[in-house]
């Protein structure tokens, strides 16, 4: 009577081990690459809210320069100088949600609300209005958390 030797066993074994520890590799670098995708998509996209709403603070100072008396500006644009009234902007694939609101001690405040996708970012403006020299002084443009 002779002994024989398995000598497979051991392989079976080391097989699925490799090939277990190759899939759960292979499924976290999926993973590592769908969040890295997603998180530069979603910069981009806050990045286009960003620029549409910076661009609709530029566009009501434009306004603002060409209709320095409220009056004016809020015939032309539909604007009230006693309250807000918004307007659209399109940016490219961006949109932005613009108002304006007057101070009542000589100065304006804009305030532009871009969209993109998910994402929403804040642009405000204040602008010192001279009605009769026509001075437009920006006082400050800045992002504000939303």
Do not use: H, W
Not at 29 to 46: F, P
Not at 76 to 100: E, K, M
Not at 109 to 138: L, P
Request: glycine content about 8%.
């Amino acid at each position: 009577m002779t002994i024989q030797i398995k000598k497979g066993a051991a392989t079976l074994a080391a097989i699925l081990l490799i090939s277990g520890i190759v899939m759960e590799l292979a499924i976290s670098g999926l993973i590592v690459g769908v969040l890295v995708s997603n998180t530069v998509a979603s910069s981009k996209l806050a990045a286009q809210a960003l620029v549409a709403a910076r661009t609709g603070a530029e566009d009501a100072a434009v306004k603002i320069v060409r209709y320095k008396n409220c009056s004016a500006l809020a015939t032309a644009f539909s604007i009230t100088c006693d309250g807000v009234t918004t307007y659209p902007l399109t940016v490219d694939t961006a949109s932005a949600t613009v108002g304006v609101i007057d101070n009542a001690d000589g100065t304006l405040k804009v305030v532009s609300i871009g969209n993109a996708g998910t994402r929403k970012k804040r642009f405000e403006a204040v602008m010192g209005v001279d009605a009769f020299s026509g001075q437009i002084i920006v006082i400050s443009m800045q992002e504000k958390p939303f």
